[in-house]
């Protein structure tokens, strides 16, 4: 197999091998890695369809890790999908309303993003090893929720690192936020700021930008990377998932050889719909990629438009994961529709840092072909939980209720009855307060705790051991910080 190499889509770094884009995290001049060119499928969808998720992680995975083993990658792939996920299909289908809901939240901390932080400890290990990184990293991750409690549980524990999670007070919600601050290991760090999701992650961003103060880590043993889908270790492990359910969709007969799906994904920071877009770029036969937002609509507006503005104020609502209005990953989909064109890229994020917003080129608006955006308000996401929950007797939780909206909404619109499949990101148990509320307004100012045991009730699920009992776990990490002293934080934590 030829070697499949990454470049920053800002220029700087070229041909650097998977393994170090993954040390990295970000590119040093703070663009993202991608890779030179998205590698094809190349075997039937019928042989495909035979492979479990954990043969068909191997081959999806070894084709953008051309620098990792066979056995390595094997090693990683059992380590991560193991019986920590509570079904043995690790990322079933499951036919309701019209819609393949990919339940994407059976892992230990019941979100989807236990698909790729399950592991991504493991990929960085060897990745360290084959590029004889003798420090210790520390990773620095921004969270709007789900990608916190992933990250710490997947690396709690694992010698040579420590992962220090940035998050939003008052921006997750409570099972998220306990979820955290309850968490153990030596090595793990969960910390506050007084702000919102996007000064989380600008603060991150700068701090992996920032020359002297990682050449003060770097002399004191320590190296950043990240566990954000901005990491194209976090990212290529999304991509399964999506040739698993087309694959299960055309075992199971739910769609013909070569049958063209559409992909509806809830999303903030734009890493889920990027993972689905690569999978097409692969070969999958996907139609139209359908980008569903909150209220914070901005990937909507832009969609639309060709206009990305961030210039607008963040709302808090019941699917805080999508509480985002800079879409980090976005400059990936960018620089592929700009012919990956550095200079583009610069200049776009350029005028979003200075001017709080850009533009692209008719041309590039072009490419985006592929996408369809919409979005639901908060009463739209509350009144689909309860729809879909007495209709169809199935319980969503509020991120997978706007995927639902909008495919709903993408339906009227154009009359594409096309096989759909929806990723469910998150349990109903992850937001039991907005989830019971929307079932009934009786359950308005109960405690989510307490509202656990009633999702329960009416659902006739158990509560997942991944919560269970959490109120009464006690709080390990209480640190708070503002934005401009997260640095100061990271200085504490590893004794500098």
């Keep these: 197999m030829s070697k499949l190499f990454y470049r920053s889509t800002r220029g ?51 084709k953008f890790l051309t620098d990792f083993k066979e056995e390595e990658l094997k090693y990683c792939i059992e380590k991560a999908y193991d019986k ?56 620095l991750t921004a969270t709007s929720g789900d990608t916190g409690k992933a990250a710490l549980e997947g690396f709690a524990g694992v010698e040579g690192t420590k992962i220090i999670v940035f998050y939003p007070r008052n921006g997750v919600s409570k099972i998220q936020e306990r979820q955290m601050t309850t968490q153990a290991g030596d090595n793990t760090y969960a910390v506050a700021i007084e702000g919102n999701f996007d000064d989380a992650q600008r603060g991150v961003k700068e701090i992996f930008s920032d020359r002297e103060f990682n050449g003060i880590l770097n002399k004191s043993g320590y190296i950043l990377s990240s566990a954000n889908s901005i990491n194209i270790g976090r990212l290529v492990p999304q991509v399964v998932y999506y ?45 139209k990629l359908i980008c569903a937002s909150n209220e914070n609509n901005v990937l909507y507006d832009f969609i639309n438009t060709g206009v990305y503005d961030r210039k607008r104020r963040l709302i808090v609502t019941s699917s805080p994961s999508m ?40 041309d590039m608006k072009d490419r985006m072909v592929d996408f ?50 929806i990723a469910s990101t998150a349990s109903p148990f992850e937001f039991p307060g907005s989830v019971a509320k929307a079932i009934d307004e009786k359950y308005a100012g109960m405690d989510d705790f307490s509202l656990l045991e009633v999702i329960s009730e009416i659902s006739g699920l158990k509560v997942p051991e991944a919560v269970k009992g959490l109120e009464r776990r006690k709080i390990l990490h209480n640190t708070v910080c503002m934005e401009t002293q997260m640095e100061d934080v990271i200085t504490d934590i590893l004794g500098l």
């Excluded at 070229?14 to 001049?29: H, L, P, Q, W």
């Excluded at 050889?257 to 920071?269: A, L, M, Q, Y």
């Excluded at 909404?409 to 096989?419: E, F, L, N, P, W």
């Design 372 to 421: 369809y955006g919409g979005f639901a308000t908060d009463k739209e996401t509350f009144e689909t939980i309860k729809y879909v929950f007495f209709k169809f007797n199935y319980l969503i939780d509020t991120h997978t209720a706007v995927g639902y909206n909008v495919y709903q909404k993408y339906i009227q619109v154009t009359g594409d009855r096309s096989k759909t499949v």
């Design 12 to 62: 700087t770094d070229n041909r650097i091998e998977s393994s170090r884009a993954i040390v990295r995290g970000i590119a040093t001049d703070g663009g993202l890695y991608v890779p030179e060119a998205v590698p094809q499928i190349d075997l039937s969808m019928g042989s495909l369809a035979q492979m479990d998720y954990t043969e068909l992680a191997l081959y999806i995975m070894s």
């Design 243 to 287: 040739v698993y359910a087309y694959l299960n969709l055309r075992k199971s007969g739910k769609i013909k050889s070569n049958e063209v799906i559409n992909i509806v994904v809830p999303t903030g920071n734009f890493g889920n719909i990027l993972a689905a877009y690569y999978s097409k770029k692969m070969g999958l036969p996907v139609g």
């Design 323 to 362: 509480d985002i209005l800079v879409s980090s990953n976005l400059e990936r989909l960018l620089y592929d529709i700009s012919g990956s064109n550095a200079d583009i890229i610069n200049n776009l994020i350029g005028d979003l840092d200075k001017k709080g917003e850009f533009k692209i080129t008719g």
């Design 84 to 139: 920590k996920f509570d079904d043995p299909r690790i990322a079933p289908l499951v036919e309701k309303g019209g819609a393949f809901f990919l339940e994407l939240f059976h892992g230990p901390t019941l979100a989807f993003k236990d698909m790729a932080l399950s592991i991504m400890p493991y990929l960085l290990k060897i990745a360290a090893d084959k590029n004889s990184i003798d420090k210790e990293i520390v990773i």
